[in-house]
């Protein structure tokens, strides 16, 4: 007999079932309301005038190309010193690959926006670079605009590059390289023909992926753009002045470019790539690596790389930990205890607060979506997946943009709470994990879990026995990413926040907005202290079980 | 004149940390024949396919091919084509572009690569494939395009490191046909790594068995398999039944040796045995006869312990009267199985004698 399939079947075995019942209710309401509805609202908010404005007014389609320029300049730096550096560790036989690998991960534990405060202590006006230039060479330096924001956004975005490049570079088979070989390849021939168009693919995906964050970031360009004004600096106007319908219009155009790259990857995704056609590799047989003088070249590359990353935190650490780091180097915990231990100051506080709670129930309403969509028949599955994963695709200052035009005013109003600032957090990070739990769930074979059936357990008991414990890897890795995100993120909360919920991020944003450079350096350092401590606490507890730091 | 041998193996050695994998191979291989590597995973057969391709330097020794010393080549310079056990085709290329791979580092001109990759294809029936993408062929068609992509170098040694595990039985049996095909049609030289003995029984000119780094016989598989040299050679090819000897004096090919309790046989052998030497006498189940005729100078008594089924014929396990079990296989036997106290056994000449050197495959 043919199993009974349809979505009279599904809904009746769904009303016999009230725990799973309630568990697809919930999960379409809370998606319904976070997600479409916001959606909605937004579209309708930007209007027909709105959209005229926009587009008749220059300074706005400044804003717009300036962007585009802007974000297309820093993806291509971005990707290309990704490429290398990563080239460097995986094809060359330099020393200290460790420590290059480390150095790609550090900037993740600290918001973009610190890349530009360390940028202005070094280059700004009375940067500590910009003052020697000044004094041995008597050439001012005036990076503000462009070529700041450039460099910054590189640096910044250049590890996200790096690691997806990494990734591809990694599943190439040292097989091909040496069957090439075997056939008379050899040096730059063997890797323009074939290490470098294997590795395409992964480099146009470094390539968007940069692109589309640069696009829609917020700290930065606001910190260094000056008068050279992005959309997201735009929004973040539009918002103050009370202007939604406008900052809507603008909203939607960060969107588009991301919603593009996020259908180009599916497709290209659903097509498969190459990696999975060229099969395991050869036991015993190592990649073939560069020779000695591109390896000196490479070695002096990510040196260089490194220095630049290393003094970036080096003066925000001097900044943080001196009463004003270049006119008073005296020692001092001053502006740790004023910023960071007071009680009226409690950002890095708060943001380890809500970053913790959101990355839970980020994890956990990941879990029950995944448990739902891959194990459970009901009606409407395609609409409650689709509209799980769509928020991967929506740039944080549009998330922000989203939930504040509609929860401060209609039929549901939660502006002013720190539960919008949870969901902000909760929307961006829960796809990822939705995904990669649906992923694991696939894995867990079914045939798995009807042996623990077989074997007298029931449904519950092989949840919690069998289906759980072999996720525990996937939900933890899931927690770190999603909490070390909420404690970095600006541009999704910026509009957000609340004079009683004002995060670490933000702070040291304002902090650097308004010249105090050594408090916004020292709640950096409090909030990377934050970090690090919850993630060594994390692998305290699962030990070797999780890999958090996995170089 | 040219040589006949093409490659030479010189005292090569190689050592992998604590691990000797190579140790002291001397082997010469004529030209146009069709040399296997066998043994189990570990042997050193691979190793020693990777040494001649260039991929591992070897610690001591020398690799001579076609007259040249190539230790201190470099794997893209050495001229020998390896199909690879996972294929390794370029995914990123069409099989026009995979097979054409060599000749454009060699810089040939655009209508010889033409016309050699067509040829290529020919050989191996792909021709109308050139388009395709590996990923759009089936595992059957990427092993022809990586055989293609070796033969199109036309280099007097083609290496293959088990090119047909990849493949499902029935087509790995065609494709071991149309190698050997393609191999005597072009008078190649190949040496093809394997572990399946019947891949290496029915294509071979000569076998290599190798045995934990060394090469214990080097033969035709006639002679690899009627004639072991060792007990390791004999357990490893085929099935077989051993049984502890005596040799007690030798006259000519005839030898007469003790076995069992207080048996004895004369046995025919192309060796010289000493006086009282210990020796394993192998002896193959379709060697062995059920109630043997009157000449037969082996001979033991059993029980049949069991038996199977096996199509062309029955398989017998037979508990002798000293407590030693028998593999003895009886083809064409209609509707009769037997059963109960047995005798069972086999000719002078089909019986092998192999000194005991205690090790066992």
């Known amino acids: 007999m043919k199993e009974k399939k349809g979505t009279r079947e599904s809904l009746s075995r769904l009303l016999k079932d009230p725990s799973s019942l309630v568990l697809v209710l919930t999960s379409f309401i809370v998606l319904i309301l976070f997600v479409i509805y916001p959606l909605i609202v937004v579209v309708f908010t930007s209007g027909f005038d709105n959209w005229g404005t926009f587009f008749s007014k220059p300074r706005y389609g400044r804003a717009l190309l300036n962007t585009v320029v802007s974000s297309s300049l820093s993806a291509v730096t971005a990707t290309v010193i990704g490429f290398v550096y990563a080239y460097a560790i995986h094809y060359s036989n330099i020393a200290g690959k460790k420590f290059f690998r480390i150095i790609a991960f550090i900037p993740l534990l600290a918001p973009s926006v610190m890349s530009g405060l360390a940028f202005l202590l070094l280059f700004g006006r009375g940067g500590m670079i910009s003052q020697w230039m000044n004094s041995v060479f008597h050439i001012e330096l005036d990076l503000y605009g462009l070529p700041g924001l450039w460099i910054v956004q590189t640096i910044s975005y250049f590890p996200l590059a790096y690691m997806t490049i990494t990734g591809v570079l990694r599943s190439i088979s040292p097989n091909l390289e040496i069957a090439a070989q075997n056939l008379g390849a050899r040096g730059f021939r063997l890797f323009r023909t074939i290490t470098f168009k294997l590795a395409l693919p992964g480099v146009i995906n470094a390539f968007l992926l940069v692109a589309i964050n640069c696009f829609a970031d917020f700290g930065n360009p606001k910190l260094i753009g000056g008068n050279y004004s992005l959309l997201a600096v735009e929004i973040y106007g539009e918002i103050i002045n009370n202007e939604p319908g406008l900052a809507s219009v603008m909203g939607i155009i960060l969107v588009i470019p991301a919603l593009l790259v996020f259908w180009l990857q599916n497709k290209v995704l659903s097509k498969g790539s190459y990696s999975t056609v060229t099969g395991k590799p050869v036991s015993g047989l190592k990649r073939i690596t560069t020779s000695r003088s591109t390896d000196v070249l490479l070695f002096i590359f990510n040196a260089l790389i490194s220095v630049f990353i290393i003094s970036m935190f080096a003066i925000t650490v001097l900044f943080a930990f001196t009463k004003n780091f270049g006119r008073d180097n005296t020692f001092t915990l001053d502006h740790l205890m004023k910023v960071v231990f007071s009680s009226s100051s409690p950002a890095v506080m708060n943001s380890l607060v809500l970053s913790l709670v959101s990355a839970i129930l980020a994890v956990a309403f990941a879990l029950v979506l995944a448990y739902i969509v891959v194990r459970k028949p009901f009606p409407g599955k395609k609409l409650l997946d689709f509209s799980a994963v769509l928020p991967i695709a929506l740039p944080g200052t549009f998330v922000g943009l989203a939930l504040i035009v509609t929860f401060s005013k209609g039929p549901v109003v939660l502006q002013g709470s720190a539960v919008l600032i949870v969901m902000a957090m909760l929307l961006k990070q829960m796809p990822v994990g939705y995904r990669g739990l649906t992923a694991s769930f696939k894995q867990v074979d079914k045939s798995i879990e009807e042996a623990a059936t077989n074997l007298g357990a029931n449904s519950r008991k092989t949840l919690t026995t069998i289906v759980f414990p072999m996720l525990q890897k996937t939900i933890v890795a899931n927690f770190v990413y999603a909490f070390m995100k909420n404690m970095n993120t600006l541009s999704t909360i910026i509009f957000l926040i609340t004079p009683k919920w004002v995060v670490a991020a933000v702070s040291i944003f304002n902090y650097a907005e308004t010249g105090t450079y050594y408090w916004a350096a020292a709640v950096a350092v409090g909030l990377m202290g934050a970090t690090l401590g919850t993630l060594g606490i994390i692998k305290l507890i699962f030990r070797s079980k999780v890999k958090i730091f996995d170089f | ?361």
């Open chain 2, 1 to 361: 004149m040219e040589s006949q041998v093409l490659l030479d193996l010189k005292d090569v050695n190689k050592v992998f940390g604590q691990n000797h994998v190579l140790k002291h191979i001397n082997l010469q291989i004529e030209r146009g024949k069709f040399i296997t590597f066998l043994g189990p995973s570990g042997c050193g057969k691979t190793t020693l396919l990777r040494s001649i391709a260039g991929f591992y330097t070897v610690d001591q020794g020398e690799i001579w091919i076609d007259g040249k010393m190539v230790n201190d080549l470099p794997p893209y310079k050495r001229g020998t084509p390896m199909v690879f056990q996972e294929y390794a085709l370029f995914p990123h290329m069409t099989v026009f572009d995979n097979v054409a791979y060599g000749l454009d580092m060699q810089k040939r001109p655009e209508a010889e690569v033409q016309q050699r990759v067509q040829a290529a294809l020919a050989q191996v029936k792909l021709t109308g494939l050139e388009h395709r993408y590996p990923h759009e062929m089936s595992g059957g068609q990427q092993q022809r395009v990586a055989m293609a992509r070796a033969l199109v170098m036309n280099s007097p040694i083609i290496l293959l490191d088990e090119p047909l595990s990849n493949l499902d039985a029935k087509l790995r049996e065609e494709v071991r046909v149309e190698l050997r095909n393609i191999q005597q049609e072009l008078g190649l030289t190949v040496i093809y790594v394997t572990h399946d003995q019947l891949e290496a029984l029915s294509m071979s000119d000569y076998i290599v068995v190798f045995n934990k780094g060394k090469i214990d016989q080097y033969g035709t598989p006639h002679e690899i398999y009627y004639k072991p040299r060792t007990r390791y050679v004999a357990d490893f090819i085929g099935t077989t039944n051993f049984i502890e000897a005596a040799v007690e004096r030798q006259e000519g090919d005839q030898a007469a040796v003790a076995y069992g309790q207080g048996r004895r046989a004369v046995l025919k052998t192309d060796e010289s045995w000493a006086a009282n030497q210990r020796v394993i006498l192998s002896i193959r189940p379709e060697s062995l006869r059920l109630n043997p005729p009157e000449e037969y100078a082996f001979r033991m008594k059993g029980k049949v312990k069991s038996s199977m089924f096996l199509g062309e014929k029955e398989r017998y396990f037979i508990l002798d009267d000293e407590g030693k079990e028998w593999i003895v296989d009886a083809y064409d036997v209609g509707q009769t199985t037997y059963d109960g106290e047995v005798a069972f056994g086999a000719a002078a000449d089909k019986i092998h004698i192999i000194p005991d050197d205690g090790d066992q495959a």
